[in-house]
Every structure is written in C-alpha cells, then in structure tokens.
C-alpha cells in the first residue's frame, strides 16, 4: 500500500504562482513514477506531468514552460510549481504512484486561480 498526501493548493490571481507537494508512504518502490493530474469541475481528470525517480519530466502542452515537476526521492515527494497561473488552471489537483500494477492516488488539493 502506498498513501499519498498533497498539499499547496489556494487562491492565487491569474499570473501567480503556487507550490504543490506530495508526500508519499508505504512501500515505496526504489524506482517508480510519481506525476500530477487535475480535473476542473464537469471535465475528465488530465494529466499534467510525470517524473521517474531517474530524473526523466514530461509535460502536457498546456503547461509546457509554466509548470515544472520535481521530486526528493530521499523524502519520497514530489513538486510542482505552477507559474504563469491563468484561470484555466483552476481545478483540484491529484498526486499519482506508478509501479507497475500498483497505482494510487492522493485525495487531491484544490486550485483556483481568479481575480
């Protein structure tokens, strides 16, 4: 089992910025993919970028330049820092495991981005 915690999330105004983090525990594999997904209110959840523990980022083109992705294996969690925010970002945001067939969740942290 493997539990996952976010945190971050807030108000900012469009052209802010924000830090997500999520932490994770459990059995945690010493190599694994831990990434970010979001889902605004009526739309299907998206993915947002992924990182490996050996260093390798890919990125939505939506936030391709805006987001950039990191992680502390040593602490097992990962970032997110958001930049450039515009209220499209607005939507609650979930940290992901991936391990082969283990797959897990964080319970999400909410976004909103206005004025």
């Known amino acids: 089992q493997v539990q996952l915690v976010e945190s971050g999330g807030g108000l900012v105004q469009p052209g802010g910025s924000l830090r997500l983090s999520c932490a994770a525990s459990g059995s945690i594999a010493s190599i694994n993919t831990m990434g970010w997904y979001r889902q605004a209110p009526g739309k299907q959840r998206d993915w947002v970028a992924t990182m490996t523990t050996g260093g390798m980022t890919n990125y939505a083109d939506s936030v391709k330049g805006r987001f950039t992705i990191s992680r502390d294996n040593a602490k097992n969690t990962v970032y997110l820092q958001m930049n450039g925010l515009k209220p499209e970002d607005t939507a609650v945001y979930y940290c992901?495991?991936?391990?082969?067939?283990?797959?897990?969740w964080g319970q999400g942290t909410q976004v909103i981005v206005s004025s």
């Open positions: 992901r495991y991936l391990r082969g067939t283990s797959d897990y």
